[in-house]
């Protein structure tokens, strides 16, 4: 672990950049939303129900009174990294980001629902470092491979199969489930009303 956090560490050091202590501490901020700041990391492959869970599961908590948001991969490559690729580094640097986000929004009291397919542990677990493991909840959406390349809604797993689409995840690009998740969901078992109960669970526990 201690070598694959390290890997994780700038190399450029900004020495005429200085950190400031704010006035007011995430407890505070915490406390005036009334409810515990955490990341809920959605990981799963492409179509297996992590973007549509995360959205249901913001609506349910937005009703039950509760701040959040949603950081979707797609949503995130059109606007904060879209100067990124899909190479092995660039899949990295991409969940190195999002975790930097996810850490200042819990800093500010919200709940952050994180849906990205962020197919290796390493960078999983560089994640949940810079998030803070009191703060990350790692949710494996187990939807099977096959039940994925049936629904297909973009047509991407089409296009891998017919090689126009290179390093695609589950197809030309490898996938490393979870080892110990925190929560299990398999979309082409389990309801949606369930899986959400099942979600909220962690959220408002």
């Known amino acids: 672990m201690d070598n694959i956090l390290n890997s994780a560490t700038p190399t450029i050091l900004h020495t005429n950049s200085v950190k400031h202590a704010g006035h007011v501490s995430p407890q505070e901020r915490a ?8 990341t809920l990391w959605l990981t799963g ?4 129900g992590k973007s549509t869970l995360a959205y249901a599961l913001e609506r349910s908590l937005i009703t039950s009174g509760r701040a959040c948001y949603v950081l979707d991969g797609d949503n995130v490559r059109h606007g904060l990294n ?10 990295s640097e991409n969940i190195r ?6 850490r200042m929004m819990n800093e500010a009291g919200l709940i952050v629902i994180s849906a990205f397919i962020s197919p290796m542990i390493a960078d999983r677990a560089i994640a949940k470092h810079i998030v ?42 490898a996938y490393e489930p979870p080892l110990q998740p925190d929560l299990t969901i398999d979309t082409s078992q389990m309801a949606l009303t369930e899986s959400i109960q099942k979600l909220l669970s962690i959220c408002i526990a």
């Open 132 to 173: 803070g493991a009191s703060y990350f909840q790692e949710i494996y959406i187990s939807t099977p491979l096959a039940a994925c390349e049936a629904r297909d809604p973009k047509g991407l797993y089409a296009k891998a199969r017919a090689d126009q689409l290179s390093n695609f995840t589950g197809i030309s690009a």
């Open 97 to 102: 980001r999002i975790a930097e986000v996810a």
């Open 45 to 48: 492959l492409s179509a297996a």
């Open 82 to 91: 879209r100067d990124l690729g899909f190479s092995s580094e660039d899949r």
């Open 31 to 38: 406390g005036l939303l009334g409810q515990k700041p955490l």
